[in-house]
Protein backbone atom coordinates (compact mmCIF):
# COMPACT_ATOMS: atom_id res chain seq x y z
CA UNK A 1 0.00 0.00 0.00
CA UNK A 2 1.37 3.19 -1.19
CA UNK A 3 0.95 6.75 0.51
CA UNK A 4 -1.66 7.35 -2.19
CA UNK A 5 -3.89 4.74 -1.17
CA UNK A 6 -2.91 5.09 2.29
CA UNK A 7 -4.48 8.71 2.31
CA UNK A 8 -7.93 7.09 0.04
CA UNK A 9 -8.14 4.90 3.12
CA UNK A 10 -7.66 7.52 5.79
CA UNK A 11 -10.06 9.61 3.99
CA UNK A 12 -12.97 6.98 3.46
CA UNK A 13 -13.08 5.73 7.30
CA UNK A 14 -13.36 9.53 8.21
CA UNK A 15 -15.59 10.48 6.40
CA UNK A 16 -17.52 6.66 7.07
CA UNK A 17 -17.23 8.30 11.00
CA UNK A 18 -19.12 11.67 10.00
CA UNK A 19 -21.67 10.37 8.19
CA UNK A 20 -23.27 7.76 10.92
CA UNK A 21 -22.54 10.97 13.52
CA UNK A 22 -26.12 12.08 11.01
CA UNK A 23 -27.04 8.78 10.20
CA UNK A 24 -26.44 6.80 13.26
CA UNK A 25 -25.70 3.45 12.50
CA UNK A 26 -28.09 1.69 15.01
CA UNK A 27 -31.24 3.54 12.85
CA UNK A 28 -29.63 1.98 9.50
CA UNK A 29 -29.23 -1.65 10.89
CA UNK A 30 -32.55 -1.69 12.19
CA UNK A 31 -35.02 -2.90 9.45
CA UNK A 32 -32.59 -6.03 9.47
CA UNK A 33 -32.98 -6.48 12.92
CA UNK A 34 -36.65 -5.64 12.45
CA UNK A 35 -36.85 -8.31 10.18
CA UNK A 36 -34.69 -10.96 11.93
CA UNK A 37 -36.78 -10.57 15.46
CA UNK A 38 -39.91 -11.07 12.96
CA UNK A 39 -38.35 -14.56 11.50
CA UNK A 40 -38.07 -15.53 15.25
CA UNK A 41 -34.24 -15.11 15.34
CA UNK A 42 -33.98 -12.59 18.02
CA UNK A 43 -30.21 -13.83 19.13
CA UNK A 44 -29.65 -12.50 15.82
CA UNK A 45 -31.43 -9.25 15.49
CA UNK A 46 -29.33 -8.34 19.02
CA UNK A 47 -26.06 -9.46 17.18
CA UNK A 48 -27.08 -7.10 14.70
CA UNK A 49 -28.43 -3.57 17.26
CA UNK A 50 -24.88 -4.53 19.17
CA UNK A 51 -22.13 -6.21 18.21
CA UNK A 52 -22.11 -5.78 14.10
CA UNK A 53 -22.69 -1.50 15.21
CA UNK A 54 -19.79 -1.99 17.57
CA UNK A 55 -17.39 -3.65 14.99
CA UNK A 56 -18.33 -1.30 12.11
CA UNK A 57 -17.79 1.69 14.34
CA UNK A 58 -14.15 0.48 14.76
CA UNK A 59 -13.97 1.33 10.36
CA UNK A 60 -13.91 5.15 11.50
CA UNK A 61 -11.36 4.60 14.65
CA UNK A 62 -8.75 3.83 11.88
CA UNK A 63 -8.67 7.39 9.96
CA UNK A 64 -7.11 9.36 12.84
CA UNK A 65 -3.77 7.32 13.31
CA UNK A 66 -3.58 7.18 9.61
CA UNK A 67 -3.64 10.81 9.15
CA UNK A 68 -0.60 11.30 11.88
CA UNK A 69 1.42 9.01 10.49
CA UNK A 70 1.31 10.73 7.10
CA UNK A 71 2.09 13.84 9.20
CA UNK A 72 5.44 12.26 10.72
CA UNK A 73 5.96 10.54 6.95
CA UNK A 74 5.13 14.59 5.25
CA UNK A 75 7.62 15.52 7.58
CA UNK A 76 10.31 13.26 6.80
CA UNK A 77 9.73 13.73 3.35
CA UNK A 78 8.69 17.74 2.57
CA UNK A 79 11.10 20.02 0.92
CA UNK A 80 9.35 23.25 3.03
CA UNK A 81 8.17 22.60 6.58
CA UNK A 82 6.72 26.04 6.91
CA UNK A 83 5.08 25.70 2.94
CA UNK A 84 3.69 22.31 4.12
CA UNK A 85 2.65 23.79 7.66
CA UNK A 86 0.74 26.45 6.07
CA UNK A 87 -1.01 24.28 3.99
CA UNK A 88 -2.49 22.49 7.07
CA UNK A 89 -3.23 25.85 8.85
CA UNK A 90 -4.63 26.64 5.78
CA UNK A 91 -7.05 23.69 5.73
CA UNK A 92 -8.05 23.95 9.40
CA UNK A 93 -8.79 27.28 8.97
CA UNK A 94 -11.53 26.89 6.04
CA UNK A 95 -12.89 23.53 7.54
CA UNK A 96 -13.44 25.22 11.61
CA UNK A 97 -16.83 26.78 10.64
CA UNK A 98 -18.38 24.19 9.09
CA UNK A 99 -17.07 21.44 11.96
CA UNK A 100 -18.40 23.60 14.06
CA UNK A 101 -21.81 23.41 12.27
CA UNK A 102 -21.31 19.55 11.75
CA UNK A 103 -20.84 19.29 15.50
CA UNK A 104 -24.24 21.12 16.27
CA UNK A 105 -26.01 19.63 13.27
CA UNK A 106 -25.19 16.02 15.47
CA UNK A 107 -26.54 17.44 18.28
CA UNK A 108 -29.65 18.46 16.71
CA UNK A 109 -29.67 15.55 15.05
CA UNK A 110 -29.66 13.14 18.44
CA UNK A 111 -32.47 15.98 19.52
CA UNK A 112 -29.83 17.27 22.92
CA UNK A 113 -28.76 20.87 21.22
CA UNK A 114 -29.49 22.79 24.25
CA UNK A 115 -26.38 20.94 25.50
CA UNK A 116 -23.97 21.70 23.37
CA UNK A 117 -21.30 23.89 23.93
CA UNK A 118 -18.04 25.24 22.63
CA UNK A 119 -15.09 22.81 24.61
CA UNK A 120 -17.26 20.37 23.77
CA UNK A 121 -15.88 20.95 19.97
CA UNK A 122 -12.98 22.99 19.61
CA UNK A 123 -10.76 22.96 16.97
CA UNK A 124 -11.28 20.27 14.39
CA UNK A 125 -7.99 17.69 14.26
CA UNK A 126 -6.46 19.25 11.33
CA UNK A 127 -4.48 22.11 14.02
CA UNK A 128 -3.81 19.33 16.35
CA UNK A 129 -1.64 18.00 12.88
CA UNK A 130 -0.49 21.06 12.17
CA UNK A 131 0.46 21.61 15.94
CA UNK A 132 1.60 17.94 15.60
CA UNK A 133 4.29 18.86 12.47
CA UNK A 134 5.29 22.00 14.44
CA UNK A 135 6.75 20.12 17.74
CA UNK A 136 8.68 17.53 15.17
CA UNK A 137 9.86 20.46 13.84
CA UNK A 138 11.26 22.00 17.00
CA UNK A 139 12.28 18.57 18.18
CA UNK A 140 14.75 18.35 14.58
CA UNK A 141 16.22 21.39 15.52
CA UNK A 142 16.64 20.52 19.39
CA UNK A 143 18.13 17.16 18.40
CA UNK A 144 20.44 18.31 15.86
CA UNK A 145 21.89 20.11 18.70
CA UNK A 146 23.01 17.47 20.54
CA UNK A 147 19.44 17.10 22.48
CA UNK A 148 17.93 13.40 21.38
CA UNK A 149 15.42 13.45 24.66
CA UNK A 150 14.28 16.99 24.25
CA UNK A 151 11.60 15.21 22.52
CA UNK A 152 9.83 14.65 25.77
CA UNK A 153 9.75 17.86 27.04
CA UNK A 154 8.35 19.18 23.37
CA UNK A 155 5.94 16.34 23.23
CA UNK A 156 4.59 17.19 26.69
CA UNK A 157 4.38 21.12 25.91
CA UNK A 158 2.29 20.44 22.55
CA UNK A 159 -0.05 18.23 24.11
CA UNK A 160 -0.66 20.70 27.27
CA UNK A 161 -1.28 23.03 24.50
CA UNK A 162 -3.18 21.44 22.57
CA UNK A 163 -5.42 20.70 25.65
CA UNK A 164 -5.33 24.26 26.12
CA UNK A 165 -6.82 24.88 22.91
CA UNK A 166 -9.55 21.86 23.09
CA UNK A 167 -8.01 20.21 19.58
CA UNK A 168 -9.54 17.01 18.94
CA UNK A 169 -7.32 14.40 20.05
CA UNK A 170 -5.17 16.94 21.88
CA UNK A 171 -4.76 14.01 25.00
CA UNK A 172 -3.17 11.62 22.70
CA UNK A 173 -2.83 12.52 19.54
CA UNK A 174 0.71 14.44 19.50
CA UNK A 175 1.96 11.73 21.19
CA UNK A 176 1.43 9.09 18.52
CA UNK A 177 2.63 11.45 16.25
CA UNK A 178 6.19 11.16 17.79
CA UNK A 179 5.37 7.41 18.32
CA UNK A 180 5.38 7.17 14.76
CA UNK A 181 8.95 9.05 14.14
CA UNK A 182 10.82 7.55 16.53
CA UNK A 183 9.99 4.34 15.68
CA UNK A 184 9.96 5.13 11.58
CA UNK A 185 13.39 3.41 11.47
CA UNK A 186 12.50 -0.06 13.69
CA UNK A 187 10.94 -3.39 12.13
CA UNK A 188 7.92 -3.94 11.90
CA UNK A 189 7.04 -6.18 14.54
CA UNK A 190 9.02 -3.86 16.87
CA UNK A 191 6.66 -0.51 15.75
CA UNK A 192 3.89 -2.91 16.26
CA UNK A 193 4.99 -3.87 20.14
CA UNK A 194 5.80 0.61 20.60
CA UNK A 195 2.56 1.46 19.26
CA UNK A 196 1.02 -0.91 22.17
CA UNK A 197 2.03 1.52 25.50
CA UNK A 198 1.60 4.44 23.42
CA UNK A 199 -1.92 4.16 21.76
CA UNK A 200 -2.77 3.22 25.57
CA UNK A 201 -1.58 6.31 27.07
CA UNK A 202 -2.92 8.46 24.73
CA UNK A 203 -6.18 6.99 26.13
CA UNK A 204 -5.25 7.16 29.37
CA UNK A 205 -8.89 9.04 30.54
CA UNK A 206 -10.63 5.91 28.81
CA UNK A 207 -7.92 3.61 30.89
CA UNK A 208 -9.19 5.64 34.01
CA UNK A 209 -13.01 5.55 33.20
CA UNK A 210 -12.48 1.84 33.03
CA UNK A 211 -10.63 1.65 36.41
CA UNK A 212 -13.35 3.66 38.19
CA UNK A 213 -16.19 1.61 36.67
CA UNK A 214 -15.60 -1.73 35.31
CA UNK A 215 -18.75 -2.46 33.62
CA UNK A 216 -19.56 -2.69 30.02
CA UNK A 217 -20.15 0.63 28.83
CA UNK A 218 -17.34 1.88 30.02
CA UNK A 219 -15.08 -1.48 28.41
CA UNK A 220 -16.28 -1.56 24.93
CA UNK A 221 -16.04 2.31 24.43
CA UNK A 222 -12.19 1.78 25.65
CA UNK A 223 -11.78 -1.45 23.41
CA UNK A 224 -13.65 0.90 20.68
CA UNK A 225 -11.63 3.99 20.67
CA UNK A 226 -8.10 2.24 22.04
CA UNK A 227 -8.61 -0.96 20.12
CA UNK A 228 -9.75 1.03 17.02
CA UNK A 229 -6.82 3.51 17.15
CA UNK A 230 -4.38 0.28 17.70
CA UNK A 231 -5.53 -1.45 14.77
CA UNK A 232 -5.09 2.26 12.35
CA UNK A 233 -1.59 2.03 13.42
CA UNK A 234 -1.13 -1.13 12.56
CA UNK A 235 -2.30 -0.62 9.36
CA UNK A 236 0.39 2.13 8.28
CA UNK A 237 2.76 -0.71 9.12
CA UNK A 238 1.35 -1.90 5.25
CA UNK A 239 2.79 1.24 3.45
CA UNK A 240 5.58 0.29 1.60
CA UNK A 241 7.04 3.76 1.34
CA UNK A 242 6.17 4.60 -2.33
CA UNK A 243 4.51 8.39 -2.94
CA UNK A 244 2.00 6.62 -5.30
CA UNK A 245 0.31 8.70 -8.24
CA UNK A 246 -0.40 11.92 -6.05
CA UNK A 247 -0.08 14.87 -7.66
CA UNK A 248 -0.90 17.97 -6.41
CA UNK A 249 -4.11 17.81 -7.89
CA UNK A 250 -4.95 14.96 -5.83
CA UNK A 251 -3.34 16.54 -2.45
CA UNK A 252 -5.72 19.58 -3.39
CA UNK A 253 -8.40 17.42 -3.15
CA UNK A 254 -7.80 15.56 -0.13
CA UNK A 255 -7.78 19.42 1.56
CA UNK A 256 -10.49 20.34 0.17
CA UNK A 257 -12.85 17.75 0.89
CA UNK A 258 -11.83 18.05 4.76
CA UNK A 259 -14.06 21.21 5.39
CA UNK A 260 -16.35 20.00 1.86
CA UNK A 261 -17.69 16.96 3.58
CA UNK A 262 -18.46 18.75 6.59
CA UNK A 263 -20.15 21.80 5.08
CA UNK A 264 -22.22 18.96 3.28
CA UNK A 265 -23.51 16.84 6.40
CA UNK A 266 -23.88 19.70 8.40
CA UNK A 267 -26.27 21.07 5.95
CA UNK A 268 -27.91 17.78 5.90
CA UNK A 269 -28.30 17.71 9.72
CA UNK A 270 -30.15 21.13 9.79
CA UNK A 271 -32.09 19.89 7.00
CA UNK A 272 -33.00 16.13 8.23
CA UNK A 273 -35.82 16.03 11.76
CA UNK A 274 -34.20 15.10 15.01
CA UNK A 275 -34.43 11.57 16.21
CA UNK A 276 -37.00 10.77 18.92
Keep these: MNYKQLKILAVLCMAFDHVVRIFPLHRMVAPLADWLCVSGHDAAADWVLNELTFYLMLIGRLAAPIFLFCIAQGFLHTRDVRRYLGRILLTALAAQVPYTFFNLAEYRVAGI?????????????????????????VYRRLAERGHPLSWLPVCAAATALAVLLHMEGGKGYILLIFTFYLTRSLPGWQRALWFLPAVVLSRWGLVQWVLEDFTAGPIRNFLLNTGGNYLGMLVTLACTGEKGNAGR??????????????????LIGFLRPPLV
Design 249 to 266: GFQRLCYAFYPAHFALLA
Design 113 to 137: AETWQWRETGLNICFTLALGLAALA
